[in-house]
């Protein structure tokens, strides 16, 4: 896996990926903080619309919540994750990083119960779990 540039203004975008809804969220320019950004709705416009967020936001890089059971093996979803990921990196030109999500969402509605930013805010989990994996391997 890739290790965090602290000192370059990079922004990333973290993705908690769903059959009809896509979360989204973003780091701020330190990488040491992740935002509940947007929930798209997945349709056949995901690829621009998630290019348009990269865009506006200057994303350097994109998270990806890679599901997975109890006991480690690959959920039903990954096949349509996997093919999204391929999608992603060619329609937006980004490297797409895989890193592991177990209950996001259940995290999510725990800590701001349910509602329509669900999605983003697990997310946001997905994306700053990343990003403090990287900043305490780091020390």
Do not use: W
């Amino acid at each position: 896996m890739q290790n965090l540039v602290y000192h370059c203004p990079m922004k990333y975008l973290g993705i908690d990926y769903g059959e009809k809804r896509v979360g989204i969220a973003v780091s701020d320019e330190t990488n040491k903080y992740a935002f509940p950004k947007v929930v798209l709705r997945n349709s056949s416009k995901i690829y621009s619309e998630i290019k348009r967020e990269c865009d506006e936001e200057g994303i350097g890089h994109i998270v990806l919540g890679e599901s997975k059971n109890f006991k480690g093996e690959e959920n039903l979803i990954m096949k349509q994750i996997h093919i999204f990921k391929q999608n992603l990196e060619r329609e937006t030109g980004l490297k797409v990083i895989f890193h592991p999500e177990f209950m996001s969402s259940a995290q999510a509605e725990r800590i701001q119960g349910g509602g329509k930013n669900l999605d983003s805010s697990a997310a946001a989990i997905i994306l700053q779990d990343y990003l403090d994996h990287y900043k305490n391997k780091s020390k």
